[in-house]
């Protein structure tokens, strides 16, 4: 099945460090959202984006709609240790209803003391 | 307020066999989503039900079935068990007629297919 692009794959940043990621698709998407998911979890919302140019803050993580409906960015500022997972990206088409996600490959996170 | 449940949370058959999965959703939710994530990929949806109808359904086999209860909790059934069915199999739930309809997931289901 289909699966948005996320990059990067992984990442080793240091605690206190600034992260960013991004996800991309070929098709436009009406809405984007931001999952993280610790080992034996499901995903957990962090946060969703309903217009194109949206800019959102939930703490020390925002996330941008891009303007061309077909990207998303995701930043966390001052990683912690509890920052360390997988992110997921997802979002959802003009054919598909809000249940219906699909999702990027996923970056996976690890910080360094 | 408890949140989307399901169990069993771990499970072994063996190729051929068929299995049940089963979803309790997010209290207030009225829809059932469920998704299978192989390991090291994203999710991938399977099917959603609402109104105890499947409306609508991702590239999945029909040995894939699945129900909704009256009460909105969800079974999912894999028939003829493949090893390539080995995965997280996950289920989410969410409030249909919210213009903000968010997907709230459970810790998901592991299935091992030997």
């Known amino acids: 099945g289909q699966q948005l692009n996320q990059s990067p794959q992984s990442m080793f940043i240091q605690e206190g460090e600034d992260v960013s990621m991004n996800c991309t698709s070929s098709s436009i998407f009406n809405t984007w959202l931001w999952y993280k998911q610790d080992p034996g979890e499901g995903p957990v919302l962090l946060i969703a984006?309903?217009?194109?140019?949206e800019l959102t803050s939930n703490g020390r993580l925002t996330a941008q709609f891009g303007i061309t409906r077909k990207d998303s960015f995701l930043n966390i500022s001052a990683s912690i240790p509890s920052d360390v997972g997988i992110y997921f990206c997802a979002g959802t088409s003009s054919t598909g209803t809000a249940s219906k996600l699909t999702f990027g490959t996923g970056t996976r996170l690890q910080v360094t003391l | 307020d408890a949140g989307v449940t399901q169990s069993p949370t771990h499970l072994i058959k063996t190729r051929g066999q068929q299995v049940t999965l089963r979803c309790s959703p997010k209290?207030?939710?009225?829809?059932v989503s469920w998704y299978q994530q192989a390991l090291g990929q994203g999710p991938q949806f399977i099917f959603q039900?609402?109104?105890?109808?499947?409306?609508q359904r991702g590239n999945f086999p029909d040995r894939f079935s699945g129900h909704q209860f009256p009460n909105y909790s969800s079974e999912l059934n894999v028939n003829a068990l493949l090893l390539g069915d080995s995965a997280l199999y996950l289920c989410a739930s969410s409030m249909r007629r919210r213009t903000d309809e968010k997907l709230f997931f459970g810790s998901g289901t592991q299935l091992s297919v030997l």
């Open positions: 039900y609402y109104e105890e109808e499947e409306r």
């Open positions: 984006l309903y217009k194109a140019g």
């Open positions: 209290s207030g939710h009225d829809t």
